[in-house]
Nanobody, 124 residues
Framework: QVQLVESGGGLVQPGGSLRLSCAAS????????MGWYRQAPGKQRQLVAR???????NYADSVKGRFTISRDNAKNTVYLEMNSLKLEDTAIYYC??????????????????WGQGTQVTVSS
């Protein structure tokens, strides 16, 4: 059974920093991409940053230059370093894994998974 465990959210003042982590577990063989999405109250969930297994990265325009995504393939973990946080970064941040294959699903279509979400609040 695949599990995504997120950590690192919290309350921070504008201009501050936070680091999110998401560890995937469950006899994982491989995954295509790992990323972070966020959803603010009353808004749709949107991509924040995404990184593929070979290191190709894309960011939302609103976070370029402030956020950095990285992943440890050996640990099936993705990180999001968030600096210069703004009030508008407040949202629930969700970890996403695309194209995941476990030992039990080799030969079957890869699946996508979501974490439970972690709250990030930027407030003075």
């Amino acid at each position: 059974q695949v599990q995504l465990v997120e950590s690192g959210g919290g309350l921070v003042q504008p201009g501050g920093s936070l680091r999110l982590s998401c560890a995937a577990s469950g006899s994982i063989v491989s995954s295509y991409a790992m990323g972070w999405y966020r959803q603010a109250p009353g808004k749709q969930r949107q991509l924040v940053a995404r990184i593929t297994s070979v290191g190709s990265i894309n960011y939302a325009d609103s976070v370029k230059g402030r956020f950095t995504i990285s992943r440890d393939n050996a640990k099936n973990t993705v990180y999001l370093e968030m600096n210069s946080l703004k009030l508008e970064d407040t949202a629930i941040y969700y970890c996403n894994v695309e194209g995941l294959i476990t030992r039990a699903t080799v030969g079957l279509p890869p699946r996508n998974y979501w974490g439970q979400g972690t709250q990030v609040t930027v407030s003075s």
